[in-house]
């Protein structure tokens, strides 16, 4: 028996919550659309997805350059910190976090490394938010 694509994304969401992909920001979120904007969530996600690419590639940028613009990175950081605690992403979030301390230190390879984890986990719920909208959460009232 094949399961409703409402069971998909049920299922999906609370798989992102046990895996502390999100947290409660996106229950929030969600309440903030109701019938007259019914794709509210679907663009905020998008959004998200769209702008965290371009910020992430601008850091490895910013980070391969002799002389490292720190305070410029820690603003892209921060951009995406704020991004990312909008739409409830939990692990990038925290890893923005850390990042913005290397930041702060001024300390190139600990950024580099925090890039690479940041892109880890913006990749993969950035992923798991593509599904979700494909399943059809980009339907009025789809969202669990």
Known sequence: MATSPMDQLNALVSNMFATGLLDEQFHQLKNLQDPSTPDFVSEVIALFCDDGVQIIDELAKLLEQPTVDFDMVDSFVHQLKGSSASVGALKVKNTCIQFREFCKQKSRDGCIMTLDSARTEFYDVRSK????????????GLLP
């Open 129 to 140: 938010f593509q599904t979700m909208l494909q399943t059809g959460a980009s339907g009025p």
